[in-house]
């Protein structure tokens, strides 16, 4: 799915629950992050903001200073978050997670599945979306849902969740929010790219605003740099939560999100009637295959300033892999 084109990025902000989707189910409003709206250029942050009478901005404070100093996660970890899934009443038994060939992670066939079949199936209480998070972490409840979600992620690792456990850390992840300088300045060679990574940016400089300046306490020192540890949750947030058709959320999907990108994906995410998400074969799968689906996001600056990957260029942007 293309994203807008330039008749959509002067579109306002109609609600705090997020515009910008991922998986490519919605990039109408590409320019309009799930906090503010923009005009000339210059970034109104909203201010309407509800917040239940036992709402303690404390909290967000102590989650605004953890630092992730974790080691990256083990074999163990990620037969750990299996059991827990499944635990939770996953049917994960057509998949499992393995390293895939570039040197991360993905999920495999554990054996055939014909066209149409189904490989595995996640519960509805395991998409984990904004009213979640609020619930958890007592936040407004009109708490974006980006926002709501990347201080949950915080709050996961605080507390030493398998789910966070198995996410990649700074150091195994790169997209705009987290690209160093000089790869940020390889890919400006390319004004298409500058202009993807720039938009991603202001995404994770609108979050963290809104929340020092609206969830955190009104004691906290004003924040003038940016929090790694923080831009990495927004990061973990828009790079592996799905929509599931709606246009007003973002949902948190363990192990389904381990599923790698393809153009040509064998398989796809469907809800059904209960709420649940299922993975199912859109050709015959082998035992051993990799299952890949579609984040239906045709423009390859976007992959990169979401994702970290190019279909088009080597890491940095330097070479042209095909036109």
């Known amino acids: 799915m ?48 509800v917040k239940p009478v036992s709402y303690d901005p404390a909290s967000v404070d102590t989650l605004l200073l953890f630092e992730d100093t974790r080691p990256p996660a083990t074999e163990s970890d990620f037969t750990a978050l299996f059991e827990w899934v499944t635990k939770q009443g996953a049917q994960l038994d057509g ?7 570039y040197g991360g992670r993905g999920l495999y066939a554990t054996r055939s599945v014909p066209k149409g079949g189904t490989l595995a199936m996640l519960p509805r209480s395991l998409r984990i979306g904004q009213s979640d998070a609020c619930q958890k972490l007592g936040l407004p ?12 992620i915080l709050w996961f690792c605080r507390e030493g969740d398998i789910y966070a456990q198995c996410l990649p850390r700074q150091t195994e992840f790169t997209n705009a929010m987290l690209m160093s300088p000089q790869v940020q300045l390889s890919w ?21 605003k809104y929340i020092y300046d609206y969830l955190a306490s009104t ?3 004003p924040k003038t740099t940016i929090n790694m540890t923080l831009y990495w ?40 009637d209960h ?8 050709a015959n799968i082998q035992k051993g295959e990799e299952i890949t689906i579609d984040y239906q996001v045709d423009d390859d600056p976007l992959l990169v300033a979401i994702y970290g990957f190019s279909l088009m260029h080597d890491c940095d942007g330097l070479t042209l892999l095909k036109s």
């Open 233 to 272: 949750a927004i990061s973990m947030v828009k790079s592996r939560s799905h929509a599931f058709g709606s246009k007003r959320g973002y949902w948190l999907t363990p192990v389904f999100d381990l599923a790698n990108h393809s153009p040509n994906p064998n398989a796809v995410m469907e809800g059904d």
């Open 95 to 101: 998949i499992c997670c393995q390293k895939d060939d």
């Open 275 to 282: 709420g649940r998400l299922v993975f199912k074969a859109l």
């Open 219 to 221: 004691t906290s020192p």
């Open 188 to 208: 400006s060679k390319h004004p298409e790219y500058a202009s993807a990574i720039q938009r991603i940016q202001s995404t994770g400089e609108s979050c963290q």
């Open 2 to 49: 293309n994203h807008s084109n330039d008749d959509d990025d002067d579109d306002e902000v109609t609600s705090q629950d997020g515009q910008e989707l991922m998986f490519g189910l919605d990039f109408s409003s590409l320019k309009v992050v799930d906090i503010q709206e923009e005009t000339n250029g210059n970034v109104n942050v909203t201010t309407n903001i």
């Open 141 to 152: 409840l009109d708490t974006p849902d980006l926002t709501a979600l990347s201080l949950l």
